[in-house]
């Protein structure tokens, strides 16, 4: 399957160009020393995610490391890598990197990214797939979770939890977005994903993929006149400095698959397993839980200081929405099935 990953490296560009940050890199110091029951041998993993160093990815990141100096004396020292810097901004290549075990051995990338190279990771971002943040909890962390995790495993990644970008939600500078008669003809950036393009074909937007690092300008200059993305993701894009309205639809979600190298996982004890996995768990949590806090402080923010309208999802036409997307799941599948997945409906079937 790893031949899959490097084949489909120059088909994913779209996917990689889509999602790009800029950031450094830091890492914890040794802790404790001397305090290592677990016996961990002195070594140093390389940590990498798509978004700046300040996003909850990072912290997330971070957190981990602190965690791991905590937990081994210091003996594990975890540098947490911004931007994917390790691969010169490249996500898909950081993907690679981390299946490679060098120089990446632990990372947090999206769903999205990971679908560029096997679809069936798409299917988290079906259109109304969870109908809040308990519900995505509660789906990603049990069944639904475990098909993933067999994917994953079969790309030579250990998976340690499911951390979230959260709910993507709609920006624009035209008009206030209600309804999908409101869709009709707008310029949208859509972040780089066959199933997302279908859903705004059928929503009635003109949609196109760009680069994020170019989105800023766009919107600024009206090539595109609005986007998608979770708030805090465009809150630290400073977006809403150009754009006039918001629509709190949670229409897609997308998920991050928080992974170590299983070559470097395997070389560890059962106890040393157990540490790592604890820790990766306990970074996961303390990152949902710091993307979802930042919503309302970031609402009430952009209303005060940048004169956005915040239509919230009562006010929706959320009926209209989820029928015009009806048909995606069954194409979905059917676009699977095409590619050769035969566990597609079962897949699907998972989420439900």
């Known amino acids: ?40 041998a002195k070594q140093t993993w390389n940590f990498a995610c798509s978004t700046t160093e300040t996003s909850t990815w990072a912290q997330a990141g971070q957190k981990f490391a602190e965690l791991m100096a905590e937990s081994t004396g210091g003996a594990v020292t975890v540098k947490v890598y911004a931007a994917d810097q390790l691969t010169n901004g490249n996500q898909s290549e950081g993907i690679q990197a981390l299946m490679d075990g060098d120089p990446v051995q632990v990372s947090m990338h999206s769903n999205l990214i990971y679908s560029a190279f096997d679809p069936r990771f798409n299917v988290v971002s079906l259109p109304y797939l969870f109908n809040s943040y308990e519900d995505a909890d509660a789906k990603l962390d049990g069944a639904a979770g475990e098909k993933l995790t067999a994917i994953l495993a079969e790309y030579g990644l250990h998976y340690m939890g499911i951390a979230e970008n959260g709910f993507r939600q709609l920006t ?82 997308d998920c991050l698959f928080f992974c170590i190298n299983a070559d470097l996982y395997n070389s560890l004890t059962d106890e040393q397993k157990k540490i790592v996995d604890e820790n990766g768990q306990k970074a996961v949590e303390y990152q949902r839980e710091i993307n979802r806090a930042g919503d309302d402080e970031i609402l009430n923010r952009w209303q005060t200081e940048n004169g956005m309208t915040v239509t919230k999802t009562g006010d929706l036409d959320i009926d209209g929405f989820k029928a015009a997307v009806e048909p995606v799941e069954a194409w979905f599948i059917e676009e699977l099935k095409k590619q050769g997945y035969n566990d597609a409906q079962e897949l699907v079937n998972a989420f439900k």
């Open 1 to 40: 399957m790893k031949k899959k990953f490097i084949a489909a490296l120059m088909s994913a560009a779209l996917v990689v160009s889509s999602l790009t940050a800029c950031g450094g890199n830091s890492s914890t110091p040794a802790a404790n020393a001397g305090e290592n029951p677990a016996g961990f």
């Open 172 to 253: 624009n500078s035209v008009r206030e977005v209600k309804s999908p008669a409101d869709m009709k003809g707008l310029k949208l950036r859509v972040a780089g994903s066959n199933l997302l393009m279908k859903c705004y074909e059928l929503w009635g937007a003109d949609a196109t993929n760009m680069n994020w690092s170019e989105t800023f300008t766009a919107l600024q200059q009206n090539t595109v006149e609005g986007q998608e993305n979770p708030l805090p993701a465009i809150d630290s894009a400073k977006v809403q400095e150009v754009q006039k309205y918001v629509s709190l639809w949670n229409a897609n979600y």
